[in-house]
């Protein structure tokens, strides 16, 4: 197996970092992916979930049990505000398995029904003393606590009027603002919040553009699917695995490099036999190494704790009897991520031989 590397297209991945796409709010994210979609398969649509799903037909007519999904999740983490205060400031609350720490204080962007704010993360001044107590909660010469929900809130300096002319409201989504999402290049790496799960949403689109230049089809039918609601139970996965056909479901995601995994960020393609949610077919993550190791791309096998994927909520709930995972090997996932110059290209790589042959079989 060879051939040159896929190219890195460092101009989409900065798109899709910059735009926002919480849990349930992540029209502007699938416009960008539908536009890079739509000329490189033969059809596609969005379903009554929000997912983006594109269409590329097999060589040959083949059972629907046959056709194999491969999903990247369009969402990110995010907050939602849970009351708006008389100050005009915002309680919010996590959407997704975030802290505040994991993040950082500054700016966000409030996504009101009407017109989207800038807004400051903050928890206060380092100068006070008990008497401000919630802050000194979290001082560590002091309370010593953690940093967490209930300590910080979101500066809007509008009031409570104005921010209702706005659409900001319970349940109006909050995101870190755009200029923290820039991509950073040093050395072989790249970092920015929201790599998860922009980078395998690149991928992905990279992989259908690489298929169809290349004028080759897959054995099967292979479903594309930019899901929804990932970051909160897998719901747009799920969605999809239920309606659309075919019996593999294939994940793409960012995969935590740390000791216990023994995974590097600086290795290759990550390939999971297990996570939280299900031990993944053998026999798809086997095929996964073989391709990667034949092309030289060093993969790492991993059996994941305290992780999840549309994959493994779709089988272990039933949706699909057979999954697989393929991860970006990534630093600080849920944080500031990091991942090589080369994980996106090598992703496409082994995606693009995957769907063109699911198993040796094939």
């Known amino acids: 197996m060879s051939g040159p590397r896929s190219a890195f297209d460092r101009d989409l991945l900065q798109e899709l970092l910059w735009t926002y796409g919480p849990c349930g709010q992540e029209d502007a994210v699938r416009e960008v992916c539908r536009r890079e979609l739509e000329p490189v398969v033969d059809d596609s649509w969005t379903d009554q979930a929000g997912n983006l799903v594109g269409l590329i037909r097999g060589g040959t007519a083949t059972p629907d049990t046959e056709s194999t999904r491969v999903m990247a999740h369009l969402d990110e983490l995010s907050m939602l505000v849970k009351r708006v205060e008389p100050d005009g400031s915002l309680h919010v609350t996590p959407l997704g398995t975030m802290y505040p720490g994991n993040f950082g204080l500054g700016p966000v962007a409030i996504l009101g029904h009407h017109e989207t704010l800038i807004g400051v993360l903050a928890v206060g001044s380092e100068h ?86 290349g004028e080759v089809r897959p054995a099967h039918d292979v479903y594309l699917v930019f899901t929804t609601n990932e970051e909160v139970g897998g719901i747009g996965g799920s969605y999809a695995a239920r309606s659309l056909p075919g019996d593999v479901t294939l994940a793409l995601e960012v995969g935590p490099t740390e000791q216990e995994y023994a995974t590097s960020c600086a290795g290759g393609p990550m390939v999971a036999y297990s996570d939280a949610e ?59 991520e990091v991942i090589t110059r080369r994980a996106i290209s090598e992703m496409v790589d082994v995606l693009r031989e995957f769907m063109l042959r699911p198993s040796i079989a094939s």
């Open 128 to 213: 006070t003393t008990r008497e401000s107590e919630r802050i000194w909660q979290t001082k560590p010469d002091q309370g010593d606590q953690a940093l967490d929900w209930t300590h910080v809130y979101v500066f809007t300096g509008r009031t409570p009027d104005e921010l209702a002319a706005a659409g900001v409201r319970p349940g109006t989504r909050v995101c870190v603002e755009r200029g923290k999402r820039t991509l950073v290049e040093f050395g072989d790496y790249l970092g920015s919040y929201f790599m998860d799960d922009r980078a395998p949403v690149a991928a992905l689109l990279q992989a259908a553009r690489s298929l169809h230049d």
């Open 278 to 336: 299900c031990v993944y077919d053998k026999d798809i993550a086997d095929r996964l190494m073989d391709i990667a190791e034949k092309l030289g791309l060093s993969p790492q096998p991993a059996v994941l704790g305290a992780f999840e994927s549309d994959a493994s909520h779709v089988k272990a709930n039933g949706l699909s009897p057979r999954a697989g995972l393929l991860c970006l090997p990534t630093l600080s996932t849920h944080g500031y």
